[in-house]
């Protein structure tokens, strides 16, 4: 049974750091790429990162550019995202996600975790 | 980057009864359209992938369908298990993986 289990969400001040951590079980975690997805409190679904199966190639959305760094350990099944600066709209439950595709690069993301809470606020 | 807009964001509806839910993309996606069900304090879950392939254990009831710009998410016979909220979401451009704003269905 694939599972994902995120942890390390918290409350921090605006300009603090936070590291989520999501653990991976039930599939081959380095066969795939991993993505985070947040929703702030009664919001949509927002995209955050990508990484590819051997960390090679990560993508961001544009708000965290330079701010939330994506990894992962294939050793240790597990994925990361690494959040500096925060400021109050990063706010939000953080999901992560296996994404994986069909025919002709389809991407979709098929499996999520429980989602963590980040708080950020003085 | 490419924009969703689901209609309507909202709708009421009755156990029994055949809703659709509309996902419509800023530019030609072809058929990289996938749906999310979303229940309240629970993660989202993958229901169709492709515009119109059942994801593994969803019920035969969703149907998905639409490709190009406009795509549809239509559920028949409504069940109790149903009302949520659904999210589109492009794979044709990305990144960045663009969801739409989602769509609340309740009673």
């Known amino acids: 049974e694939v599972q994902l289990v995120e942890s390390g969400g918290g409350l921090v001040q605006p300009g603090g750091s936070l590291r989520l951590s999501c653990a991976a079980s039930g599939f081959t975690f380095g066969a795939y790429w991993m993505t985070w997805v947040r929703q702030a409190p009664g919001k949509g679904l927002e995209w955050v990162a990508n990484?590819?199966?051997?960390?090679?190639?990560?993508q961001y959305v544009d708000s965290v550019k330079g701010r939330f760094t994506i990894s992962r350990d294939n050793a240790k099944n597990s994925l990361f995202l690494q959040m500096n600066s925060l400021r109050v709209e990063d706010t939000a439950v953080y999901y992560c996600?296996?994404?994986?595709?069909?025919?002709?690069?389809?991407?979709?993301?098929?499996?999520w975790g429980q989602g963590s809470l980040v708080t950020v606020s003085s | 980057d490419i924009q969703m807009t689901q209609s309507p964001s909202s709708l009421s509806a009755s156990v029994g009864d055949r809703v659709t839910i509309t996902c419509r993309a800023s530019q030609s996606i072809y058929n990289y359209l996938n749906w999310y069900q979303q229940k309240p304090g629970v993660a989202p879950k993958l229901l169709i992938y492709?515009?119109?392939t059942l994801q593994s254990g969803v019920p035969s009831r969703f149907n998905g369908s639409g490709s190009g710009t406009d795509f549809n998410l239509t559920i028949s016979a409504l069940q109790p298990e149903d009302f949520a909220t659904y999210y589109c979401q492009q794979s044709y451009s990305t990144p960045p993986d663009t969801f739409g704003q989602g769509t609340k269905l309740q009673i």
């Open positions: 990484i590819k199966q051997d960390g090679s190639e990560r």
């Open positions: 492709g515009a119109l």
């Open positions: 996600a296996r994404r994986d595709y069909s025919n002709y690069r389809l991407w979709y993301f098929d499996y």
